[in-house]
């Protein structure tokens, strides 16, 4: 029997096959299930307890599936680059900045924002030791990304809710991989730092959208006239609003 912590298991039999599935032990499997993502990994979901010779034989009969399917995830979702760039935009707010890394001696890493010679163009000074890893260059920036969007918002909501007349007790943005916001029960919003790299008009749109939740928690015709009182043309930005992947520049993406 397999070890329920055990969470990679390599079942290839040569070094011509191709990646072998990931293993991932689940309480909620009824049955052995396989998946490809769109990096091209594939998974094998299996119930706790399962054999590993199960588990082998099921992977052998599905070889053909996993690599069919593989070169279809590859092909439609090529792989992004997610070399560090030189400098990221955020419309929201209309800044450039310009990321530059610089090694120190001090065990503590960070990354300040720094202003430029030019009128919204700042400097992102990464300081930290030489040897740091890029994951902990891209937590920092995108920690320092994450509190511009935090100050954006509280300068823009404030307003909206005034011409809303809503509400709200707490603020908190966070990185989320697919939600744009939320309003809770109690008067949270959740807003996700990606709408920093939204053009202007959208990322007010996302603040009366979500303060719009205070008076009708739905998206019902009532919910659509309170935005259309300060947007008019809230139907048309929100079928703009894409995916939140699609707007973040893939350096900064956490995994």
Same mark, same amino acid.
């Given at each position: 029997m397999l070890d329920p912590n055990q969470l990679t298991l390599d079942l290839r039999d040569s070094a011509e096959r191709a990646a072998s599935p990931r293993v991932r032990f689940s309480r909620r499997a009824r049955r +052995?299930? +396989?998946?490809?993502? /769109?990096d091209g990994e594939a998974e094998v979901v299996a119930p706790i307890g399962t054999s590993e010779r199960n588990i082998v034989r099921f992977v052998e009969e599905h070889r053909d599936w996993i690599a069919k399917t593989r070169d279809a995830q590859l092909a439609a979702h090529p792989p992004v680059d997610r070399q560090r760039p030189d400098h990221i935009v955020l419309p929201a707010c209309g800044e450039h900045w310009r990321i530059v890394r610089r090694p120190q001696k001090s065990? &503590?890493?960070?990354?300040?924002? @720094?202003?430029? =010679? /030019?009128?919204d163009r700042f400097v992102v000074c990464v300081d930290g030791r030489p040897l740091a890893s890029e994951d902990v260059v891209r937590a920092a920036v995108r920690r320092l990304v994450i509190q511009r969007a935090r100050d954006a918002f509280e300068s823009r909501l404030p307003q909206f809710? *005034? *011409?809303l007349g809503s509400r709200y007790n707490r603020l908190q943005v966070r990185d989320q991989k697919t939600c744009w916001g939320s309003y809770s029960a109690r008067?949270? @919003? #959740? $807003?996700? !730092?990606? *709408?920093?790299? @939204?053009?202007? %008009?959208?990322?007010? !749109?996302?603040c009366v959208h979500e @303060?719009?939740?205070?008076?009708? $928690? =739905?998206? #019902?015709?009532?919910?659509?006239?309170?935005? %259309? &009182?300060? +947007?008019?043309? *809230?139907?048309? +930005? =929100?079928r703009e609003l894409g995916s939140t992947r699609a707007v973040v520049p893939p350096w900064l993406w956490s995994t």
């Open positions: +052995l299930i +396989l998946k490809v993502h /769109t065990d &503590s890493l960070r990354a300040r924002r @720094l202003p430029d =010679d /030019t009128p809710a *005034a *011409a008067g949270t @919003l #959740s $807003m996700n !730092y990606a *709408a920093i790299f @939204l053009r202007p %008009e959208l990322f007010d !749109y996302l @303060l719009a939740h205070y008076h009708h $928690m =739905d998206h #019902s015709r009532a919910f659509w006239r309170c935005t %259309e &009182s300060v +947007l008019p043309n *809230a139907r048309a +930005l =929100d």
